[in-house]
């Protein structure tokens, strides 16, 4: 080998690479300006997070017989603690502490489960307190006789919020222990206990696998989605710009093939790829946590990791719809990588946001991209995660995956772009206008999915605004507004798209007959096999009668019957059910049921509201007319408010538990006759979908 001629190459590759603006933005750039500004803004957010944390006031549960001097002194020391005198408190453990049959742990006891202590985990992990301090009995006549006293502090080591309450509340009682031992040496008295005074222990409620998943669950989501995503990066880059620059996508362009045959190809093809990185990630790392995890700290459940798995699956399905999207614009292999680094480092940059202690999966970040999924995985690993929640992160990465799809497809499908041109930015995303016509299956799909999340978001920030005000701007700003939008915006036939037929009679008597007995009917069948919760019982009543006073029943009925059956149905059964009319009537049926199902973002209500949007959506293709589903919306509705006005009637009938059974019968024979007269009325078929009796989309097409 030559030295000079070596030389030579090695200074004409290296100025060739320094020309390239691009990779010095990558070599250079992006670390110097990524690296300060994540730095500065985490620790800007800790900052944040901490300054909240300190002028939140911790719950404290005070159980026991508390003497007034301990009291008033725990609140001189700190008065921003709240002591609340047996919040929660079960009646068996208040008896016991109260008749003094309950007796302190011994310093060297191992934790073992108690009625006291099983009890205090629940009420910290409720959120009702954040610590629970138990006085043990003898408590008072120890202090009044200079002897020991016991005393205990339950907390949660995995919750910040306890944690912060077992060190501000440690500080006061030391503060008081001191006091004591002050006034004792003053006294010259020395009973057994004297130096001591107060026996503090501190019991961490948190058991050995929610510890081992706190753990664990601070790394786990970064490490995941780092190596998950990276095999449908490289994948991506190859099937797309590396296919450019081989010249094997020209090929490929000119074949009998059409775009979204092509884009879904290579999707399935990368979302596979990173799947099977996932999988292999997720095995690797759970054998490896078996061994890494603490013996002390139990070990990790097959259930959360099973879940973090599921998880995986539409995240990477987003992602790799995303990665597709952008990769098309580069010209080579090069390219493509100074396309997608950027995108990869941004969509890892949120996920290690779970590793902070403060941050915790709620309801204003189950819809934040990768944020939701990595704080998931999180709350999977200490068992701390409500179904709702995993209902609300699973459904909106599952629409962020639609949106990414929607984007890749109309991508692909601009040849310009395909052979390295450009586009306006309105025909990449798929918004230039039509002339006629109803929208396709992913306009929407998409329309559901960017509309479900503002609506989400607008709920969470109006929350304290009241429940008018909430349900005014979601049914108008984020229902009827868009279903509008998208169809005099782009230009759908707002007769075929929004189904605005007058109906037959007896179609809307058949509707009549839906509407005053589907409420009873589905909760006399449903609520029998899916039990609701109290506590989703008591959300529906407060709902139903629109805040606390309630509102005048006028009120409530244009709140809560004629605003959803206006805005919902224009939504649902307009643009959505005749966007998937072209899948044919059977899943535009199912598909457009479940989405009104999920778009009420509890599990709980899942099932009772999509068996009403099969009932809606087939009244509305039978009868050709959005009308008689907007009466069936209307009068179950309407029902169900009377309900939460008659105390009565609502305890046989209520939202929340099921009617008896000579009711369910009535009403299901009531609701099936209306379903019978309308499938035995012919009606007017809507355009570009198929009947609700099952007809092609040409046939229908002819007919109407």
Request: some cysteine.
């Amino acid at each position: 080998m030559r030295l000079q001629q070596t030389l030579i190459i090695f200074r004409k590759e290296l100025v060739e690479t320094l020309r390239d603006r691009r990779t010095l933005l990558m070599m250079i750039g992006l670390p110097a300006l990524l690296y300060p500004l994540g730095t500065l803004g985490i620790a800007r957010f800790v900052e944040s997070q901490n300054a909240s944390a300190r002028a939140r006031n911790p719950v404290v549960a005070l159980w026991g017989t508390a003497p007034t001097e301990f009291v008033d002194a725990l609140r001189a020391a700190d008065p921003r603690l709240e002591l609340e005198p047996w919040l929660d408190a079960p009646a068996e453990v208040r008896r016991s502490l109260e008749t003094n049959d309950a007796t302190p742990p011994a310093s060297d006891a191992p934790e073992r489960p108690t009625p006291i202590l099983t009890a205090a985990r629940g009420v910290i992990d409720s959120g009702r307190a954040d610590a629970v301090l138990v006085l043990w009995p003898g408590l008072e006549r120890a202090l009044a006789h200079d002897e020991l006293a016991a005393v205990s502090l339950y907390f949660d080591s995995v919750r910040e919020d306890s944690r912060t309450a077992r060190g501000r509340l440690v500080d006061a009682l030391s503060h008081y222990r001191a006091s004591l031992l002050t006034r004792r040496e003053a006294s010259h008295r020395l009973p057994a206990g004297f130096t001591e005074a107060l026996d503090l222990k501190r019991v961490d409620v948190a058991p050995p696998a929610r510890r081992s998943g706190n753990l664990v669950g601070s790394v786990l989501p970064l490490i995941l989605l780092t190596l998950a995503l990276l095999g449908g990066l490289y994948s991506a880059i190859d099937m797309t710009a590396g296919e450019k620059e081989r010249g094997t996508l020209q090929t490929l362009m000119v074949a009998p093939l059409h775009s979204s045959e092509i884009v879904m190809g290579k999707f399935l093809a990368v979302w596979v790829v990173s799947l099977v990185a996932a999988a292999a990630n997720i095995a690797s790392l759970s054998l490896t946590l078996v061994r890494l995890v603490p013996a002390g700290l139990g070990s990790l459940a097959a259930g959360p990791i099973a879940l973090t798995a599921l998880m995986l699956v539409p995240v990477t399905m987003a992602t790799s719809a995303l990665f597709l999207a952008i990769a098309v614009f580069a010209k080579d292999f090069k390219d493509g990588q100074n396309f997608l680094t950027p995108v990869y480092m941004a969509l890892l940059g949120p996920a290690g946001l779970a590793a902070l202690p403060s941050m915790e999966l709620g309801w204003s970040t189950a819809f934040v991209p990768i944020v939701n999924v990595a704080l998931l995985v999180k709350a999977l690993s200490i068992g701390a995660v409500s179904a709702d929640l995993v209902l609300l992160v699973l459904l909106s990465t599952v629409l962020y995956a639609v949106l990414a799809i929607a984007l890749a497809t109309n991508v692909f499908a601009r040849e310009q772009i395909m052979l390295g041109g450009r586009e306006s930015a309105r025909n990449v995303l798929g918004l230039g206008r039509r002339a006629g016509g109803v929208p396709s299956p992913l306009v929407a799909l998409c329309a559901f999915a960017v509309c479900l999340t503002l609506a989400f978001y607008a709920s969470v920030l109006l929350e304290k605004r009241g429940v008018v005000t909430n349900l005014v701007v979601t049914q108008y700003g984020f229902f009827l507004l868009p279903a509008l939008g998208v169809v005099f915006g782009l230009g759908y036939s707002a007769r075929d798209t929004l189904l605005l037929r007058l109906p037959s009679l007896r179609h809307v008597v058949a509707a009549v007959l839906v509407g005053a007995s589907s409420s009873l009917a589905i909760s006399g069948v449903v609520l029998r096999l899916v039990p609701m919760p109290e506590s989703v019982t008591k959300t529906l009543e407060h709902l139903m009668k629109l805040g606390d006073p309630p509102m005048p029943l006028w009120a409530a009925l244009l709140g809560i019957a004629v605003t959803p059956a206006l805005c919902e149905e224009l939504f649902f059964r307009g643009v959505v059910l005749s966007g998937l009319r072209r899948l044919g009537a059977g899943p535009a049926l199912a598909v457009s049921a479940l989405l009104f199902g999920l778009a009420h973002v509890s599990v709980h209500r899942l099932l009772p509201t999509l068996a009403l949007g099969v009932m809606l959506g087939w009244l509305a293709l039978r009868s050709g007319s959005i009308v008689p589903s907007m009466v069936v919306h209307l009068m179950n509705n309407a029902l169900v408010v009377w309900l939460a006005r008659h105390p009565s009637a609502a305890d046989r009938l209520g939202p929340g538990e099921p009617p008896p059974l000579s009711v369910t019968g009535v009403a299901v024979v009531m609701c099936a006759a209306g379903l019978w007269l309308a499938w035995k009325t012919p009606g007017r078929a809507p355009r570009d979908g198929g009947s609700a009796s099952g007809a092609s989309p040409a046939a229908t097409s002819d007919s109407a």
